[in-house]
C-alpha cells in the first residue's frame, strides 16, 4: 500500500427537504385543511478516527465527499426521512485544517474520536405548520435550509513514541530492523528509504513504537531532498534517536547539520530529548572510536552512545536509553491525561 500523510479535500453536508403543500380531502369530512408535513434533515459529515489505517491514501483518489439531502414532506402530516450522515474514516494522528493550511480545527489521537465538520440543513416546514385562526388554508411551505460546506486538508502525523532522524546512509533502516520485525528496504545507496517506517521495540517486559524517517539532508527544512515531507511525524514522538555513520571523517558536522535542520523546522523539535547514537562501529578502528565519541560529547554536551545495527553490538543499551526517555515523558503527562479524548473545532475555543 502506497503512503500517503497529506490530502485536501471538499466536503458538503445535506440541504434539509423542502416542506409539502396539501390539503386534507377526504368523503363525509368537512373543511379538512392543510396537511403537509416538514422536509426531513440533510445528512452532516463527520470525520471519525478509526482502528487498522496508516495512510490517507483512499483520499487520493475521491476528494469530494456530499451527504444526501433530507426527503421531502408529503400529505397527511408525514415528515421526511432524515438523511444518512458521510463519515469519513482516518487513521490515528490526523490533523485537520482549514483550506489555508493553518487554521487547525481538529486532532485525532485516539481511536472512536469523531467531529462534526458540516452540519446538514434543517428541512423546511410544510403548510400545516402555518395554518391559523386568520390563516386557515396556508399555501406556504419552506424549501429547506441549505447544507455547510468547505474545503479542509488532513495531514497525517505518525503516532510514535521514539523517532529515528539522521543524514540517508546513517544505518537508520538497519537498526530499525535489528530491534524491531519491520521489514524496510536496506541498500548502500542514498534515500534507499522514501516513506516512514513504523517498528514495535521490546525493552525488557515494555514495548513502544519507533518510526524511522526518511533521510534528512541541508536544506531539509526548506524543502530540500524528502525528509521536509515527513518532519512534522516527529512531532509527536517523545524522544529522537539521531544516528549518525561513524564511518565518516567528521560525525560532528553530521549532527550539527540535522540539529539545525530541526531548529529551521520549529514546532519544537529542537527541544525533544535527544539521544546520540554513533552507529556502524563495526567498522571503526577502536582509537578512532574514542576520538569521535569524544568529539560529540564535547559538540552535544550529552551522552553518546555507540552501536552496530548490523551485529548488534550496543543495540540494548540504545533501546533501554530510548524507553527510560519515554517513560519520563509518560510520567510528566500522567496528571493531564484525566481530560484527554476532548476533539474540538476551532469555532468553539
Known sequence: MKFLDEAKVFVKSGDGGPGAVSFRREKF????????????????????????????????????????????????????????DAILKVPVGTQIFAEDHETLLADLTQVGQRV??????????????????????????????PGEERWIWLRLKLIADAGLVGLP???????????????????????????????????????????DLPGLIEGASEGAGLGH?????????????HLIDGTQEK?????????????????GLENKPEIIGLNKIDAIEPADLKKKIA???RASKGEVLALSGVTGAGVSEVRFALWQHIQEHRGSLAPARAGEGRVWMAEEK
Open 116 to 145: 462534526r465538520l458540516c452540519k446538514g440543513g434543517d428541512g423546511g416546514y410544510g403548510n400545516e405548520h402555518f395554518k391559523s385562526s386568520t390563516n386557515q388554508a396556508p399555501r406556504r411551505f419552506d424549501p429547506g435550509w
Open 29 to 84: 369530512i368537512e373543511m379538512g385543511g392543510p396537511d403537509g408535513g416538514n422536509g426531513g434533515k440533510g445528512g452532516d459529515v463527520w470525520v471519525e478516527c478509526v482502528d487498522g489505517l496508516n495512510t490517507l491514501i483512499d483520499y487520493r483518489y475521491q476528494q469530494h465527499f456530499k451527504a444526501k439531502r433530507g426527503e421531502h414532506g408529503a400529505g397527511r402530516s408525514r415528515t421526511g426521512a432524515n438523511s444518512p
Open 229 to 241: 515531507k515527513f518532519l512534522g511525524h516527529v512531532e509527536r514522538c517523545d524522544v529522537i534517536l
Open 295 to 297: 568529539a560529540l560529547k
Open 169 to 211: 546512509n546513517a544505518g537508520k533502516s538497519t537498526f530499525l530492523a535489528s530491534v524491531t520485525h519491520a521489514k524496510p528496504k536496506i541498500a548502500d545507496y542514498p534515500f534507499t528509504t522514501l516513506k516512514p517506517q513504523l517498528g514495535v521495540v521490546r525493552a525488557g517486559d515494555v514495548e513502544f513504537v519507533l518510526a
Open 251 to 267: 560525525p560532528v558536522q553530521a549532527w550539527r547539520l540535522i540539529r539545525r535542520e530541526l531548529k529551521d523546522y520549529g514546532q
